[in-house]
C-alpha cells in the first residue's frame, strides 16, 4: 500500500518539472526594483505552491507514523517512504537513459554527429530539470534529495557498465548477482533496442556510437586538437561532443565507458599476443577447445629467425638491407600483418578515446573542485616519490599488500581524469622472441601509404582505399609495448634506426650532391617523433639510434 505515495510524489513531481522548466522564469542573482513584476509569475506560483502541499500531504502521514510490527516483522515507515521513493527514482532515471540514448545508424552502420549530440543535449537539459525539481521537494518529504540522487545514478551506472562488460569476458554476471542489484531497489533491465541485440543497454550504444564516431577506417584523428575530422576538415567528434556526454551521464557515466574501452582494450591486446604465439612460437592457449582447427602454427618462426640473423647487430647497416625488409614484409603481408592491422588500430581507438574522457573530467573536476584536484596530484606525487626511493633503498616504507592506499587512490585518479591510459599495464603474457621484428615489418608495411599532414600533426592517408589512421596506430604500439619488457621498446627502436640508417646510406652513397631525405626515411621520422609524444619518452632517448642531425632534418 505505501508504494502509492511514492507513484503519486512523482506523478506530481513531473507536473512540477513542467512547470519550472517550461513555465517559470529562473530568477537571477541580482534583480532591479523595476524588473521585479516580471518574474512575479503569481498564477505559476500558485500552482507550485499547490503541487508542493499535495506532496507534503502524502508523506505527513507516513513521517508521523511509528514503528510498527506485522507478525514478528518491524516496519519502519520511514525507511519504507525512503525505499520507495529510491525505487521509482531508479525506474524513472533508468527508463529516461533507455528511451534517450537510442541513436540512429544508416545502411552502412554510420552514425550522424548532429543526431548524437541533439540526443545527449536532450537527455541533459532533461535530467537537470529532473533532479533540480527533486532537490526542490526533499525538504518537504524530508529525504535527502541530492545524496539518493547521486547514490542510485551511482548504482545504475555500475550495473549497466557490468552488464555491458559481460561481452568482453568468459565468466558472465547474471543481474541478480550483480553487487549494484538490490532485492528493495531493483534496477529494471530492458531488451537490447538495435537489430543485431549486440548491446543490452543503453551505455553500450553509447560506446557504439563513440567507436563509430571514430573509426580509424573513416576519419582521421588530430592530436592538437583532440578530436576526429573527415579528411576534408569537418569535425566529427570533438571536445564539446564529450562535455555533452558528461553532461548527460555524469561522471559516473563517463567511468563507465572509461571501464568498458577498458575491456576493450584488453580483449584486442589478448587477440594480438595469442596470435603472435601461434604463429611465431607455436604456443595454443591451454583454453582451446579444438585445437586441431588451429592454421599457421609456427608458420612465421622461420621468416623473423632469418631475418633477425641478417640484422644483427642492429647498430650495422647490413648488406643487401632493402632485400631483407622487402622479403620480411612481402612474407608476412597476409594474413599476419593485415590482422595485426585491425588489433592494432582497434586498441589505439580505444585509447585515445579513454584519453579524451579523461580530458574531459579532468576538466570538469578543475572547474567544480580545484582543490580536490590539486590535492589528489600533490598526494600522487608524494606516493610516487615514496615507492621510488623504496625501490632505490628497501629500508624505506613501501604501502604493502595490507595496505588500501593505491587502490582507493587509483579510484579517485580514474573519477577525475588524473589517470594515464595509455601507460597502464593491461595483460601479462610470456616472453614474445621477435616481436619487435614482427612490429618492424608491421610498420614497414603500412607506414609507406601514409604521409605527414601539416595540418592535422599527425600521419594520414595518402588514398581513401587505405583504411588507416596514424595516430592510432602509433598509440595501439605504445599501448602493446608497455604490455612487456622495455627491452623490446628498444629492440624496436634499434631496428627502426637500422632501417634510417641503411636508407639514408642506400640514397646518399651513389650522390655527390646534397639531397633530401626519402619519403619513406620521412615517414619513420615522423612515426618515431609521435610515439615519443605519446609514450612520454625523451627525443633524446633516440639519439643512441639515429643521429641528431637526421632528425633535425624533419620539420614537424
Known amino acids: 500500500m505505501l508504494e502509492v505515495i511514492p507513484k503519486n510524489v512523482f506523478s506530481i513531481l513531473n507536473q512540477l518539472i513542467e512547470l519550472q522548466t517550461k513555465q517559470m522564469r529562473q530568477l537571477p542573482v541580482q534583480l532591479e526594483l523595476e524588473h521585479i513584476s516580471k518574474y512575479t509569475q503569481l498564477a505559476q506560483r500558485y500552482t507550485l505552491s499547490k ?50 540514448l537510442c541513436f540512429e545508424v544508416d545502411r552502412k552502420g554510420r552514425y550522424s554527429t548532429e543526431d548524437v549530440e541533439r540526443r545527449l543535449r536532450a537527455l541533459a537539459h ?41 561481452r568482453y569476458v568468459r565468466k558472465k554476471i547474471l543481474p541478480a548477482q550483480s553487487s549494484f542489484q538490490s532485492r528493495s531497489v531493483p ?4 531488451p537490447p533496442t538495435d537489430k543485431m541485440k549486440k548491446y ?26 583532440t578530436g576526429w575530422y573527415t579528411p576534408d576538415g569537418k569535425e566529427v567528434c570533438g571536445i564539446a561532443l564529450f562535455s555533452q556526454l558528461r553532461q548527460a551521464v555524469d561522471v559516473h557515466g563517463i567511468c563507465g565507458i572509461d571501464n568498458i574501452l577498458s575491456f576493450r582494450v584488453v580483449r584486442e591486446l589478448n587477440h594480438l599476443i595469442q596470435n603472435f604465439s601461434i604463429w611465431a612460437l607455436g604456443k595454443i592457449p591451454e583454453n582451446t577447445k ?90 600522487n606525487n608524494a606516493l610516487l616519490n615514496d615507492i621510488r626511493a623504496h625501490y632505490r633503498d628497501r629500508e624505506k616504507p613501501y604501502p604493502g599488500s595490507g595496505n588500501p592506499v593505491l587502490s582507493d587512490l587509483s579510484k579517485f585518479l580514474d573519477s577525475t581524469g588524473l589517470n594515464a591510459p595509455i601507460t597502464k599495464i593491461y595483460v601479462t603474457c610470456d616472453q614474445l622472441d621477435n ?67 641503411s636508407e639514408v646510406h642506400i640514397s ?9 631525405l626519402p619519403e619513406n626515411v620521412l615517414n619513420v ?29 624533419l620539420q614537424i
Not at 525512503?82 to 527514482?89: A, C, F, V
Not at 646518399?508 to 633530401?516: A, H, Y
Open 200 to 225: 543490452p543497454n543503453f551505455l553500450g550504444r553509447v560506446v557504439s556510437a563513440l567507436l563509430g564516431l571514430t573509426d580509424a577506417r573513416r576519419y582521421l584523428y588530430a592530436p592538437e586538437y
Open 290 to 379: 579444438n585445437k586441431k582447427k588451429i592454421k599457421n602454427v609456427n608458420a612465421i618462426r622461420g621468416v623473423l629467425t632469418q631475418c633477425e640473423e641478417k640484422l644483427r647487430p642492429s647498430h650495422s647497416v647490413p648488406m643487401g638491407a632493402r632485400n631483407i625488409y622487402s622479403a620480411l614484409e612481402s612474407r608476412l603481408k597476409r594474413p599476419y600483418l593485415e590482422s595485426a592491422l585491425t588489433w592494432i588500430q582497434r586498441i589505439g581507438q580505444a585509447q585515445l578515446l579513454r584519453k579524451s574522457l579523461r580530458n574531459e573530467l579532468n576538466f570538469a573536476c578543475k572547474l567544480d573542485s580545484n582543490l580536490l584536484c590539486c590535492s589528489l596530484q600533490s598526494f
Open 435 to 501: 616481436f619487435p621484428l614482427f612490429l618492424l615489418s608491421f610498420l614497414l608495411r603500412y607506414l609507406p601509404k601514409m604521409k605527414f599532414d601539416q595540418d592535422f600533426g599527425t600521419l594520414v592517408r595518402k588514398t581513401r582505399k587505405d583504411y588507416l589512421d596514424g595516430a592510432p596506430i602509433v598509440v595501439g604500439i605504445v599501448t602493446v609495448l608497455k604490455q612487456l619488457h622495455p627491452s623490446y621498446t628498444s629492440q624496436l627502436l634499434a631496428f627502426l634506426g637500422q632501417y634510417v640508417r
Open 51 to 100: 503541487s508542493t502541499h499535495k506532496i507534503s500531504v502524502f508523506t505527513e502521514g507516513v513521517l508521523a507514523m511509528e514503528q510498527t510490527l506485522l507478525g514478528v516483522i518491524e516496519v519502519d515507515p520511514r525507511k519504507v517512504l525512503s525505499n520507495g521513493i529510491r525505487k521509482e527514482l531508479v525506474i524513472r532515471l533508468t527508463s529516461r537513459f533507455h528511451r534517450a
Open 126 to 166: 532533461e535530467l537537470a530539470s529532473f533532479r533540480r525539481s527533486f532537490e526542490y521537494i526533499q525538504d518537504y518529504i524530508q529525504i535527502y534529495g541530492l545524496k539518493m540522487w547521486v547514490e542510485e545514478s551511482c548504482r545504475i551506472m555500475g550495473f549497466n557498465t557490468q552488464m555491458e562488460c559481460n
Open 508 to 516: 646518399f652513397s651513389g650522390s655527390s650532391k646534397p639531397m633530401q
Open 187 to 190: 534496477i529494471p533491465t530492458f
Open 525 to 553: 621520422l615522423s612515426f618515431l617523433e609521435l610515439f615519443c609524444k605519446f609514450s612520454r619518452l625523451p627525443r633524446s632517448a633516440l639519439d643512441g639510434y639515429i643521429p641528431s642531425y637526421i632528425f633535425n632534418s
